[in-house]
């Protein structure tokens, strides 16, 4: 646990500056079994103090590798000056920032510090079960990645908080001869909120996860290519979830909104067909989906749902404080700093895609001759929406049926168009809540939603 020795430090926020000093402690734990060997065992621990104010219209930031009273008082000095500094060449002096709620939130999970062994011994276990029972696989490989977040914050005009995010995700990799004489491969993560006792209660709902993600790997073994050029496409949740994170959520994230993104001139346009509606979850628990729960932010907001495209008409974007008093709205606690020395950035939270009224089964019905996309490996996505994924699982869908295993392939578009072609919605929500985000610094995120029929740009052979 990180001791609190932060809160006797606010008597020193200057009067009339708007303050925010966090204390963060990040633990990384890491193991990777290939093949039977143990080839990485790893685990660290960074924690230190920053210091965020706001006076006479601009920030200034200051931030401290040592996490005592001590330096929580040289980052506050360090800040406050920096602030002085510089609102001497800002020109116009800006407003102080609208008011936020006030109060303290206490995180209600705590952090739970496994002996090593007992990581390494978990991941063995699983290693060796794929070892005994599929002995045709090439290779094999287990990673186990736990990123656990635990933070204090103190604010001179909004909520003080203690917030602990305690995280593991287990990456499971396996590869067999194709058909075709190739190695193929196939990946499958599971983990999320908790720690290791949460997702390995069960061992027999583990090893069913290995067991489905060999059969498919077997199926994509006898697989074939896809067709190039625009085709009939239904997204599983875990693709859709992925273009909605990276081709849409980004572009309504309101710093990229003031660096050119597509969404900037298209705010309470139509982006996406009416099925389409799309939230930035802070703390619920919609569906039933498992997410990670943001209670309050970096810099103090409450964390509230952000509502981003509502039938298909973009509605509005993810904000800090300062972007949400130049855009004249309230903030929903979107502000999120990966460590103690990462000024916060806005940030996506729990971006879903809504259920819409459609059953599965009808989607697939429906399509005569296209692809059903079930998993997604890494990908990119620009301001103006366009994307390019990989797809490292799906199946043909032919006269109303899945057929074959596909290969590996790619897809493409810009989101908006593609959002447009929407044309039903599956009933039925999944969401993975391991996720990482890369932009300019790592953050946890949870994305997904339902299924979703749409036309997309493949790649071929």
Not at 48 to 70: Q, T
Not at 164 to 191: C, D, H, M, W
Request: aromatic share 8%.
């Amino acid at each position: 646990m990180l001791e609190d020795v932060l809160r006797a430090q606010k008597s020193l926020f200057e009067t009339g500056a708007q303050s925010v000093l966090r204390g963060q402690e990040n633990r990384v734990r890491r193991v990777v079994i290939r093949n039977g060997a143990l080839v990485e065992n790893a685990r660290s621990n960074e924690r230190g103090v920053s210091a965020k104010v706001y006076k006479n219209g601009v920030n200034g930031f200051a931030s401290s590798a040592e996490y005592s009273p001590e330096a929580a008082k040289k980052v506050i000095v360090a800040a406050t000056e920096n602030a002085g500094y510089l609102s001497k060449y800002a020109g116009s002096k800006k407003p102080a920032y609208p008011a936020v709620g006030r109060g303290e939130f206490l995180a209600e999970r705590f952090i739970i510090d496994f002996e090593q062994k007992r990581i390494v011994d978990v991941c063995k276990q699983l290693d060796a079960y794929i070892a005994e029972k599929y002995k045709d696989l090439l290779s094999r490989s287990v990673v186990y990645r736990e990123d656990t977040m635990e933070k204090w914050i103190y604010t001179s005009d909004a909520e003080d908080a203690h917030v602990t995010y305690p995280r593991i995700t287990v990456y499971t990799t396996l590869t067999k001869e194709s058909n075709q004489g190739q190695p193929v491969e196939l990946a499958e993560a599971f983990g999320g909120l908790g720690n290791i006792d949460d997702h390995f209660k069960d061992w027999n709902a583990v090893y069913e996860k290995i067991d489905t993600l060999y059969n498919k790997l077997c199926q994509k073994a006898e697989g074939v290519y896809a067709r190039a050029g625009m085709n009939t496409v239904i997204l599983d949740p875990a693709v859709a979830g992925m273009i909605a994170h990276e081709a849409v959520g980004h572009t309504v994230e309101s710093d990229l909104v003031d660096a050119g993104s597509v969404a900037g001139p298209n705010l309470n346009k139509q982006v996406a067909s009416e099925l389409i509606s799309i939230v930035d979850y802070a703390n619920t628990t919609p569906f039933g989906a498992p997410i990670l729960p943001v209670y309050v932010d970096d810099e103090g907001v409450k964390a509230e749902d952000a509502v981003l495209i509502e039938n298909g008409i973009l509605k509005g974007y993810m904000h800090d404080r300062e972007s949400a008093q130049r855009y004249g709205v309230n903030p929903c606690g979107n502000a999120r700093g990966w460590t103690f020395s990462d000024e916060p950035l806005v940030r996506m939270r729990n971006t879903l895609v809504l259920p819409g009224k459609d059953k599965l089964e009808d989607m697939i019905a429906s399509v005569e001759d296209g692809y059903y996309l079930e998993h997604t490996g890494n990908g990119q996505a620009d301001l103006t929406g366009e994307f390019m994924f990989g797809i490292n699982m799906g199946y043909e869908i032919k006269n109303g049926k899945l057929g074959k295993a596909i290969l590996d392939t790619t897809v493409s578009g810009v989101a908006f168009d593609l959002m447009k072609t929407v044309d039903m919605v599956a009933d039925q929500v999944k969401c993975v809540s391991w996720g990482t985000c890369g932009k300019k610094q790592p953050m946890a995120v949870s994305m997904g939603g339902p299924a979703i029929k749409c036309k997309i740009n493949m790649g071929g052979r």
